[in-house]
């Protein structure tokens, strides 16, 4: 059985740090690119960062370039996002999810990041 679990997410002032995990179970970890995506309130669901299955090329949403960092680490699992200089905008359900080939097949259910002014 498949398993996508965030974690990390909570209330943060602007400008302020979190950083966000993800474990993963149930499938072949490092032969799927991971991916970090949002949705806030209204809005539609955005990518955020994604990085290759061995970690050697990572991409960011303009929005977020310079002030967050995707990783991961094969040996355990895991995906992480730091997120720093934290903004309003950013607040929004933060979903690691995972890619074969040419889709993300593989979800988490998400955790919260709200920013407050």
């Known amino acids: 059985q498949v398993q996508l679990a965030e974690s990390g997410g909570g209330l943060v002032q602007t400008g302020g740090s979190l950083k966000l995990s993800c474990t993963a179970s149930?499938?072949?970890?490092?032969?799927?690119?991971m991916g970090w995506f949002r949705q806030a309130p209204q809005k539609e669901r955005e990518f955020v960062a994604s990085i290759t299955t061995t970690g050697n090329f990572t991409f960011y949403a303009d929005s977020v370039k310079g002030r967050f960092h995707i990783s991961r680490d094969n040996a355990r699992n895991t995906v992480d996002l730091q997120m720093n200089n934290l903004q309003p905008e950013d607040s929004a359900l933060y979903y690691c999810?995972?890619?074969?080939?040419?889709?993300?097949?593989?979800w988490g259910q998400g955790t919260q990041v709200t920013v407050s002014s």
């Open positions: 999810a995972a890619k074969w080939r040419t889709r993300y097949d593989y």
């Open positions: 149930g499938y072949t970890f490092n032969n799927y690119i």
